[in-house]
């Protein structure tokens, strides 16, 4: 059975710093691209990062990018979003996926967390 489980949500304050982290179980973690997505409340699940299998390769949405940094760590079955510069629009559920495809469609995850609260206060 697979698992995506995030850690590291909260509530911080505009211009703070967060850590987010997610262990994954059931699965060849270092055959998936893992990415990073978020849910607002009233909005559409969204791509926020995308990192390779390898780790080689990273993508960004443009509203984050500059502020988040996506890595991962194969030997811990781990992948890490680390968010600085956060803001009110920032906040959400971040939601952890596993997929096969190099995407930033939700409809093309394979596997996902059940989310984590991140909330930024202004």
């Known amino acids: 059975q697979v698992q995506l489980v995030e850690s590291g949500g909260g509530l911080v304050r505009a211009g703070d710093s967060l850590s987010l982290s997610c262990a994954a179980s059931g699965l060849t973690f270092s055959s998936y691209h893992m990415g990073w997505f978020r849910q607002a409340p009233g909005k559409e699940r969204e791509f926020v990062a995308l990192?390779?299998?390898?780790?080689?390769?990273?993508y960004y949405a443009d509203s984050v990018k500059g502020r988040f940094i996506i890595s991962r760590d194969n030997a811990k079955d781990t992948v890490y979003l680390q968010m600085s510069s956060l803001k009110p629009e920032d906040t959400a559920i971040y939601y952890c996926?596993?997929?096969?495809?190099?995407?930033?469609?939700?409809?093309?995850?394979?596997?996902w967390g059940q989310g984590t609260q991140v909330t930024v206060s202004s």
């Open positions: 996926a596993a997929t096969l495809r190099m995407t930033r469609r939700p409809s093309e995850v394979d596997y």
């Open positions: 990192i390779s299998w390898a780790g080689g390769s990273r």
